[in-house]
């Protein structure tokens, strides 16, 4: 009996791997997202610090393989890399499967610890995060060590995307439910389109997932901004990886509390947080996760429709790519490229090297 139950689940988690290896949308889709956002970040690092090490196109590149394998496993690895103490564990589509990638920063307070967790499903980024810092930690050289950066870049990123916060459950469906109580997070918004695909690859996708960074308005901020950034980064103590994803992830949360402009007082807040008491006691899965807004009528984040408050009371109407959408978005990934170059500049610390700031002015 015992067997035929494993046979059935193997056979259920083989489906589930082909399936999330080709359907993932848990975040910003790889190449379109997180690609960029590093891309960028290593750039403003660059014009930052004078760091021999982390300037190769080498490192750039494995950078870049460790995001993507966070949510495309590890079908790029070499032989060598997957003899990597804890990269197999740690990247392999099989842990993705009971590993999500969200995180509240409240889950930190210990009452708050277990609600994360739900039979074998961690809905927390929390395991992903420890593997890749111990990783990070362990490996001997610094081509082994790109790796797992990688990794924390990925679900760095990710925390500045509002419904990875709040957090709100978004990624496959029929396929989520049957790894424990999910209905109630999977189940409500079937008739708006959030929702897309048909049985085993019905998913919930978000919209901030999908928007294209746009590399050039964020390039011209960085230019700007990153001077002084990195000046404090320097001066003040050495800041660890998470403290810099938890002050992320509460940026992005006093993003959406702010008002959406010339919107009658509703916050962005609307689009992923005040909805509905749900039945009580509520599920597990239903005390981690809020759910989208599909009030009748209510927009969906990007796309044209009326925004309201509380009460029902229309704020404003926003038009498809409003350009208050697009600002708040630019806000978002703008966010991420900094806690990343805070990410590397720990990264090239921890290397032990003598980093230098760049001398900006007269020689430049
Ligand atoms: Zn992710």
Known sequence: MKCRFRRL????????LAFIGTHNAYAYVPETGHAPLTQLAVQGYQ??????????????????????????????????????????TLFHLITRITNWHFYRPQEQRP???????QKNVEMSHKRLWKMAVDGFAKATTPHDKWLFLGALLHLNEDLS?????????????????RLGEFESITRYPQDSNIT???????????QIDQ????????????????????????????????SIKNNLAKQT????????PHCKGVKWSRFWDDVPEQSSPPLPSQRYFKLYNSEKGFALFGLAGVVSDKNGKAGCTLKDNDKRYLDFVFQLHL?????????????????GQKISTRRHGATE
């Open 211 to 242: 928007m294209r960074v746009d590399k050039t308005r964020l390039s011209g901020a960085i230019k700007q901004q990153l001077p002084a950034y990195c000046q404090a980064l320097t001066t003040q103590p050495l800041a660890t990886p998470n």
């Open 161 to 177: 995307v509002p419904a990875h916060v709040v957090p709100v459950y978004h990624g496959p469906t029929t396929l989520v439910d």
């Open 196 to 206: 897309s695909g048909f049985w085993l690859t019905e998913k919930i996708t978000d």
């Open 253 to 260: 949360l006093a993003f959406i509390d702010q008002p959406i």
């Open 111 to 117: 009452q708050e610890q277990r609600l994360s967790k």
């Open 9 to 16: 689940r193997r056979g259920f988690y083989a489906t589930f």
């Open 335 to 351: 966010a991420a490229v900094k806690a990343d170059v805070a990410l590397l500049y720990w990264a090239g610390e921890g290397l």
């Open 47 to 88: 014009q930052c610090f004078d760091n021999q090490t982390l300037a190769t196109p080498n490192v750039l590149n494995r950078l870049l393989q460790g995001n993507m394998a966070m949510d495309h496993g590890t079908g790029s690895f070499s032989d060598e890399d997957e003899a990597i103490p804890g990269a197999i």
